[in-house]
């Protein structure tokens, strides 16, 4: 089973973006988890597509756009245009959730879709056939650094449930990503829960000024996952 690593921007030191993001690449970073908010979908307000433009030419690893605004639609082509390569969004948040996904991977994207912790798993059930990811959330949206809700750890079976009776019917296969809270002592949890993709904001930011910096985070967090 092969596990990708995705450091969120979030917890970066966005005066060196640049040099954060390259930074984590080198340390081991598999795609950069790049938090987009909005004010509106959730009571926070980051950054969009020109930050991403800014960072695309440091790293070569795929850009990883979670898109928490609402409405969607008018976003999708400018992050393909800034260098996305990996778009996803709340359902809830679009009015037409099988609209939106074609037109992510119209514009040569990976397509996703987000599940909050409380999120209905009834939206993936009649897009299957459009979603290269899944991503759920392991704590509500809008801020890095909250605790992992252990609630959250059946959800992700159950999407994992549903992932692999696509892919044994013959669909495509799909990843499973888990955003929130994930750390060094609970990610084998996740990844045993079905996880293979993980996102980690604070928990690999937070190791900016520790001994051995970002590289000793990932050597951890890998030698966790075995
Ligand atoms: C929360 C964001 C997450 C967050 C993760 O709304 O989507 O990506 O930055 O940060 P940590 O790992 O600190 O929970
Ligand atoms: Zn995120």
């Known amino acids: 089973m092969s596990f990708r690593i995705a450091p969120s921007i979030l917890s970066a030191d966005f005066a060196r973006l640049g040099e954060e993001v390259r930074a984590v690449q080198a ?34 690893i795929p850009i990883d756009v979670h898109l928490m605004v609402e409405p969607v639609d008018a976003l999708i082509p400018m992050f393909a245009k800034a260098g996305a390569n990996i778009i996803t969004f709340h ?33 993936m059930d009649y897009v299957m056939g459009k979603l290269d990811i899944v991503l759920m959330m392991s704590v509500n949206p809008g ?18 449930k549903k992932i692999d009776a696509h892919t044994a019917a013959g669909g495509q296969p799909i990843w499973l990503e888990v955003d929130g809270g994930v750390k060094v002592d609970n990610i084998r949890r996740v990844a045993d829960a079905g996880a293979d993709t993980f996102v980690a904001g604070s928990a690999v930011f937070g190791a900016r000024d520790a001994d051995g910096g970002y590289k000793t985070v990932f050597e951890k967090f890998r030698t966790a996952l075995g």
């Open 143 to 160: 801020f890095g650094g909250q605790s992992f809700i252990e609630a959250v750890l059946p959800k992700i079976t159950a999407v994992k």
């Open 27 to 60: 340390a081991g970073a598999d795609l950069i988890h790049f938090d987009v908010m909005d004010n509106h979908y959730v009571p926070n307000l980051t950054v969009g597509p020109l930050v991403c433009e800014a960072i695309r030419p440091h790293v070569t």
């Open 91 to 123: 359902p809830e948040a679009s009015r037409h959730v099988d609209r939106t996904l074609s037109l992510i991977r119209e514009h040569g994207c990976k397509a996703g879709l987000v599940f909050n912790p409380a999120t209905s798993l009834e939206y």
